[in-house]
């Protein structure tokens, strides 16, 4: 009986142990995710709530100048060093920007993690939240399949099976720089049926391919290939800073056919009109169908940039005369707010503010683009759209009186939630 007894408490001790160790994990896991990698603030008074059981010693780099925190206790710290409690408001007073590294630990005690602080100079935009026509054009002609030839003797050829690649980029034929795939098509054809060179770009490395043509009719060659060197569409327009840089979508351009994000050379950003809303249900997205018209006098700006994290580029005086709204801060991440804020977009031709609700924020979210969760609440807005629909990517986050991001995508199954990228992860370009 006894010895029954001593093996039950044994299990016991285990299980709490375990028990102990789970628990211990969770909040270590739970923590260490309630932490981003990289915090900011601004130059000046700003004020860090992260609310987390850490103490976090801030280490100032080379060429920074010293930070100084108004709520730690008077202790001895190394020099340039000084150390803050994270589970309360914390306010710092800088006179200038800087770069910082934050040592934090769980209870002062277990190492978590090191995050990157930055002090920067406060940052005013425009929230655009305005329809724009998108067209920019691959950098190279863009690899989407290979097929079949059928050749003019009857027989079917593959000339580009297991040589080209569905997302390799063809920079060069013969030797000859090209862009558009009427210069590639010219290329095969004016070889008559004799092998060429391809120049590629594959994952970023320089390759050469040699294939051989084949004639599928009197006057054509074909070397069995799908290809893109162009793409368009509607989108929303998110900032204009005072030197006319913008940024728009808060997400990449990616093609629909390789489903990787397309390499740019140029591209133009253009005013649109939306002429219809196909308005979202469960399972089916939305859409805000328009026309761009690709006139010089539609013409916003200059698209120099298609990144993950959204386009970029420079507008010109049109696209400046066209935003009267006034320049608002940026609030970063840490700033953000469980409860209601706006989304800011163009709706029977008038740029106005609907209601969301934020549900959460994810300060290590997986994917870049769905930092901000949030639920539409607009009784308005729903009426007209369902929700959020595709064309809304990059309509701006305000909450607060600051821009805190933008509209990246839209949940199918429910189009009245979507998701949103931080601002300051689309200022990184």
Not at 119 to 135: F, H, M, Q
Not at 223 to 241: A, E
């Amino acid at each position: 009986m006894n010895r029954k007894l001593r093996i039950y408490r044994k299990f016991l001790i285990v299980v709490c142990i375990m028990m102990i160790l789970f628990l211990a994990g969770m909040v270590f896991y739970n923590t260490a995710n309630a932490i981003p990698d990289e915090l900011m603030i601004k130059a000046g008074e700003d004020q860090l709530n992260l609310n987390v059981p850490v103490v976090g010693t801030i280490y100032q780099r080379t060429g920074s100048e010293s930070v100084s925190a108004i709520n730690f206790q008077e202790m001895k710290y190394p020099e340039k060093h000084i150390s803050v409690n994270l589970n309360s408001p914390v306010t710092f007073l800088t006179s200038q920007t800087g770069d910082y590294t934050i040592d934090c630990r769980l209870f002062g005690v277990i190492p978590v993690k090191h995050v990157e602080f930055y002090v920067i100079d406060e940052i005013n935009l425009i929230p655009a939240g305005i329809p724009v026509g998108i067209y920019a054009e691959t950098d190279g002609v863009l690899v989407i399949g290979t097929g079949s030839v059928n050749g003019i003797d009857g027989e079917e050829y593959f000339p580009a099976d297991g040589m080209l690649e569905k997302g390799d980029y063809i920079e060069c034929i013969n030797g000859e720089p090209i862009e558009k795939k009427k210069e590639l098509i010219d290329g095969v054809n004016q070889s008559k049926g004799k092998e060429i060179l391809l120049d590629i770009r594959r994952n970023n490395e320089k390759k050469q391919i040699h294939i051989m043509p084949v004639q599928s009719s009197e006057s054509e060659y074909q070397i069995g290939v799908w290809v893109r060197d162009n793409i368009q569409g509607i989108g929303t327009l998110t900032f204009v800073n005072e030197d006319k840089k913008f940024g728009a979508l808060g997400h990449g351009i990616n093609d629909v056919d390789t489903t990787e994000l397309m390499e740019v050379n140029h591209g133009t950003l253009y005013d649109t009109d939306i002429l219809a809303i196909v308005k979202g249900k469960k399972g089916t997205p939305g859409e805000l169908t328009g026309i761009i018209d690709y006139m010089e006098e539609n013409v916003l700006g200059e698209i120099t940039m298609n990144t993950g994290k959204g386009i970029f580029g420079i507008g010109n005086d049109r696209l400046t005369k066209s935003i009267t709204e006034p320049v608002v801060p940026i609030g970063f991440k840490q700033e953000i707010e469980i409860g209601e804020a706006q989304i800011v977009c163009v709706m029977d031709d008038q740029r106005k503010e609907y209601d969301i609700e934020i549900k959460k924020v994810d300060m290590m979210p997986e994917c870049v683009n769905r930092g901000i969760s949030f639920e539409v609440t607009d009784q308005e807005l729903l009426d007209i759209t369902g929700g959020i629909v595709q064309g809304m990517s990059g309509s701006p986050i305000l909450q607060n009186g600051k821009i805190i991001g933008a509209v990246t995508h839209v949940l199918v199954n429910d189009p009245k939630k979507g998701y949103g990228i931080f601002i300051e992860n689309m200022l990184e370009y």
